[in-house]
Every structure is written in structure tokens, then in C-alpha cells.
């Protein structure tokens, strides 16, 4: 059974960093492109990053290119999210998401629980 | 980018009708679409990928269809476990982008 659990939300000041774990189990995680997606409260889905199987492409929303930077490890059958220079319109749950293939620009099929992420002073 | 516009934004029906919800890209996405159930407070559901491909365990009264800039998502039959919000993404192109949303209420 595919289970995608993420770690390292929480409340967070405007400016500063938070990194986000997603631990992977019930595939080949080298395999599969992984994905995060975020929800602002009351809001719709937005795409925010994404990586390949192998790590060597990564791919940004314009809204945190420069600030947030994705990667993987696969011995760990781990990605991570890591966010700099924290803005309050980047407080939303946020989703790690495993794509079908190896190739980050393919479908979702498997999402995590989600984890909150509070950016306030 | 790519905009996805979805229609209509919010829809009422009663359980056992026949639904469709359609999806509008801003250009060609060829088939590069997947329909996404959310129901309130949980975890995002893919249900259909490459447009028209069910996802394993998705029930059959959900099927998906189009090709291009319009696509549809049917459910037929209405169960009271479908009520919820659906999305359509397309990945044809970078960023990726979603429609807005419909939700689907029990009349």
C-alpha cells in the first residue's frame, strides 16, 4: 500500500525557513517523479514544486522559484521542501504527492495527509 | 501558463442523478489532464488520469473524456460518498496548474 507521510509544518514567522519531510513506503520511490502541492485555507489547489525520479530535474511554481528548494533522497525513499524567506501568503496545508512516472511532468496518483504550515508573526 | 478554467463552480444533485463537470485549458493539452475528488478536511483523490484512464479502485460510475483545450468528468449514479469538490490539472505543460473547483452538493 502506497503511504505518503509529511513531516515539519508548523508556525512560522515571515522570513524565515521551514523544511518539509515526505516519508515514502509501498513502491520503488526511485521510480516515481514526486510532487508538492499546496491549499490555502478555504482555497484551491496549487502546484508548487517537482522533482524527477533521480533528482536531476527540478521544477518550480513562479511564486516560490528562488525560495524553495525540492530534493530527494532515495536511500531514504525521502523527499523534502525546503522553504526560505517564509511569506504570510505561504501559509497553507501542504501535500506531497507521487507522480506515475519517473518524469516529474506526469500524473498524480497518490497523495500524502498533508501538513499545515503557519506563516505569522 | 496554462489556465484551466472549470465549470460550473458549484453544482446540486440528488443521489442516483448523472452529473458532468467540464474543464477548459487555455491551450492544447492533448490528453495531459486528471480529474481530483477532495472531500472537506481530507487528503486530495486522483480519479482519472491521461484524461480518460480510471485509476485503480476508482468506482466505474466515474469516467472522464476529451481531448485538446475541453474535457468532462461524468458520474453516474450518484452516491452520497461523491459529494465533494472536484479538480481538474493538467501536466502538459510547466507550471502546472489546476482548475478552480466545483462542488458537487446533495440537493
Known amino acids: 500500500e502506497v503511504q505518503l507521510l509529511e513531516s515539519g509544518g508548523g508556525l512560522v514567522q515571515p522570513g524565515r525557513s521551514l523544511r518539509l519531510s515526505c516519508a515514502a513506503s509501498?513502491?520503488?520511490?526511485?521510480?516515481?517523479?514526486m510532487s508538492w502541492v499546496r491549499q490555502a485555507p478555504g482555497k484551491g489547489l496549487e502546484w508548487v514544486a517537482g522533482i524527477s525520479g533521480s533528482g536531476g530535474a527540478t521544477y518550480y511554481a513562479d511564486s516560490v522559484k528562488g525560495r524553495f528548494i525540492v530534493s530527494r533522497d532515495n536511500s531514504k525513499n525521502t523527499a523534502y521542501l525546503q522553504m526560505n524567506s517564509l511569506r504570510v501568503e505561504d501559509s497553507a496545508v501542504y501535500y506531497c504527492?507521487?507522480?506515475?512516472?519517473?518524469?516529474?511532468?506526469?500524473?498524480?496518483?497518490?497523495w500524502g495527509l498533508g501538513t499545515l504550515v503557519t506563516v505569522s508573526s | 501558463d496554462i489556465q484551466m478554467t472549470q465549470s460550473p463552480s458549484s453544482l446540486s444533485a440528488s443521489v442516483g442523478d448523472r452529473v458532468t463537470i467540464t474543464c477548459r485549458a487555455s491551450q492544447d493539452i492533448n490528453n495531459y489532464l486528471v480529474w481530483i475528488q477532495q472531500k472537506p478536511g481530507k487528503a486530495p483523490k486522483s480519479l482519472i488520469y491521461?484524461?480518460?484512464s480510471l485509476q485503480s479502485g476508482v468506482p466505474s460510475r466515474f469516467s472522464g473524456s476529451g481531448s485538446g483545450t475541453q474535457f468532462t468528468l461524468t458520474i453516474t449514479n450518484l452516491q452520497p460518498e461523491d459529494f465533494a469538490t472536484y479538480f481538474c490539472q493538467q501536466y502538459h505543460n510547466y507550471p502546472l496548474t489546476f482548475g478552480g473547483g466545483t462542488k458537487l452538493e446533495i440537493k
Open positions: 491521461d484524461a480518460s
Open positions: 504527492a507521487k507522480n506515475s512516472k519517473l518524469a516529474a511532468r506526469a500524473p498524480v496518483d497518490y
Open positions: 509501498g513502491f520503488t520511490f526511485s521510480y516515481s517523479a
